[in-house]
């Protein structure tokens, strides 16, 4: 099956500086890859996403980079604020699957 | 703003009992997910169902947990008996064409 390897697991930046998170994946045939954001007590919810016809997406300070051949895509957060700071999670769908494989999560704090 | 309710929020139990845990999806006729969310594991998939059908439930120990979508709107999730490694926070996610994969705000259980 899939799997996800996401680094690193804690990320300290100081506000108005960027933050870049990274993961991994093993199926070659993965084809759709989110990324979640989760505030304390609450649910992870989908900030971002890209599928494996696309090399970049972009949505504001927010934007994702996907590299097929190496199968790593990066989360890339600009210009960051104290409510960026959450646990954030990046995960894929391998091609014919309908469940996602999660990362373990980055904890990212933004110092003000 | 769509939203997949699950409750209860919280549950304390003592070992050995029962608990159960519901899910409404937004719209009920996709796929449904649970997962289940802990320090040392992260996100772990239990099973998921496709139009209210079984898909896969690989993820759940057979032995003391069930999971069932009785209709398109429940969706529930069983331990019997329960143990305090089962202590976690457990989520329903639903994917549909228009909102993607979307969790519930989650369960919190405690087993003492």
């Known amino acids: 099956g899939e799997n996800v390897e996401q680094h690193p697991s804690t990320l300290s930046v100081q506000e108005g500086d960027s933050a870049v998170i990274k993961c991994t994946y093993s199926?070659?045939?993965?084809?759709?890859f989110p990324w979640y954001k989760q505030e304390l007590g609450k649910g992870p919810q989908l900030i971002i996403d890209i599928r494996s016809n696309v090399g970049e997406k972009k949505d504001q300070r927010i934007a994702v980079t996907l590299n097929k051949t190496a199968k790593h895509f990066s989360l890339h957060i600009t210009e960051t604020q104290p409510e960026d700071s959450a646990v954030y999670f990046c995960?894929?769908?391998?091609?014919?699957?309908?469940?996602?494989?999660f990362g373990k999560g980055t904890k990212l704090s933004v110092i003000p | 703003d769509a939203r997949v309710t699950q409750t209860p929020r919280h549950k304390v139990t003592e070992m050995g009992q029962e608990v159960t845990m519901r899910c409404q999806p937004i719209l009920g006729h996709n796929t449904v997910f649970w997962y289940r969310q802990t320090m040392m594991q992260g996100l772990e998939l239990l099973a998921y169902f496709r139009n209210r059908a079984p898909l896969d439930d690989s993820g759940m120990p057979k032995d003391r947990f069930s999971a069932e979508m009785p209709d398109a709107t429940l969706a529930t999730l069983k331990i019997q008996p329960s143990e305090p490694r089962d202590s976690a926070v457990y989520f329903c996610?639903?994917?549909?064409?228009?909102?993607?994969?979307?969790f519930g705000s989650g369960t919190r259980l405690t087993v003492v």
């Open positions: 199926d070659s045939a993965s084809n759709y």
């Open positions: 995960a894929a769908r391998g091609a014919g699957s309908y469940q996602l494989t």
């Open positions: 996610v639903e994917d549909s064409a228009n909102y993607g994969y979307t």
